[in-house]
């Protein structure tokens, strides 16, 4: 075998999927010898998190975005498992902000639930009493009042909602990828988002969220405080997010790997 064949860096055997690079600050912060590539569609950045070697991309906002970059991930890579990661808004009152969900299934409208092949461990349970399991759905556009929360729990009897994971888990699926989704509440039951973060949300880049941010403030400068204390609870749980991830892998990606590659139909 040549010195260049020896030298080959392994793959990542992890792969996370965000959506924003404000869901992967925490996450970044907690990884170390982090190599960041600027790919055609996305951001990857490798590195460890804790004892495991992990790719974290970050997609774009959306299913179109989630899919493309775990298709990609899938070809490049060919990891052991992928998780979606990131925020997601409550659609019960007993799922509050900064609580983790990991999801038994998920669902998108007009598509079947597929089931998440990962049952966590006793001690995981034990350790962590406001983790919550159930149904996440996945839709188009971003949930922002209470009623709307409400109808959307009642048509697919979720308790979360996000923008991204259903497009993972069917990527995951095709390909028999084993996966898993793990959210936190960034918004909870009865909070009102302003109307403007959906128009952040559709720009590419960082840089085009900022000038759309400095627009609605310059608009309107009242929704400062809105959007900074919307700011500060997205700070506060990535780093949630990154604390929990760095304790789950471990019993996830052990040696006896607690995770199947179902993602199946229900």
């Known amino acids: 075998m040549s010195a260049d064949l020896q030298q080959t860096p392994q793959p990542p055997a992890i792969a996370m999927v965000v959506a924003l690079s404000i869901e992967a600050g925490g996450i970044l912060d ?81 598509r079947p639930a597929l089931h998440v092949g990962f049952e966590p461990s006793n001690s995981l349970v034990a350790g962590h009493p406001t983790m919550h399991r159930g149904r996440l759905v996945t839709v188009d556009h971003l949930v922002r009042t209470p009623d709307e929360r409400s109808a ?22 095709v390909a028999r990828i084993p996966f898993l989704s793990v959210r936190i509440v960034s918004d909870t039951f009865d909070q009102s988002l302003p109307p403007e973060i959906a128009t952040l949300l559709q720009q590419k880049t960082a840089a085009a969220r900022w000038g759309a941010a400095a627009g609605v403030l310059f608009r309107n400068p009242k929704r400062i405080q809105d959007l900074w204390q919307l700011r500060e609870q997205a700070i506060s749980a990535t780093d949630r997010l990154a604390q929990f991830l760095e304790e789950l892998l471990p019993s996830v990606f052990g040696p006896s790997m607690n995770l199947q590659a179902k993602g199946q139909q229900e």
């Open 30 to 110: 907690r990884m170390s010898s982090v190599v960041t590539t600027q790919c055609a569609h996305h951001q990857e950045h490798v590195g460890r998190l804790g004892q495991h070697k992990v790719l974290l991309v970050e997609a774009g906002v959306g299913q179109a975005a989630a899919g493309r970059a775990t298709q990609d991930t899938i070809g490049l890579y060919r990891p052991r498992g992928i998780l979606s990661v990131g925020f997601a808004g409550s659609l019960s009152p007993d799922l509050g902000l900064h609580q983790i969900l990991m999801p038994e299934s998920v669902v998108a409208p007009e």
């Open 152 to 173: 959307l729990a009642r048509a697919h009897d979720a308790i979360a909602c996000d923008m991204e994971t259903y497009a993972v888990a069917h990527a995951c699926q």
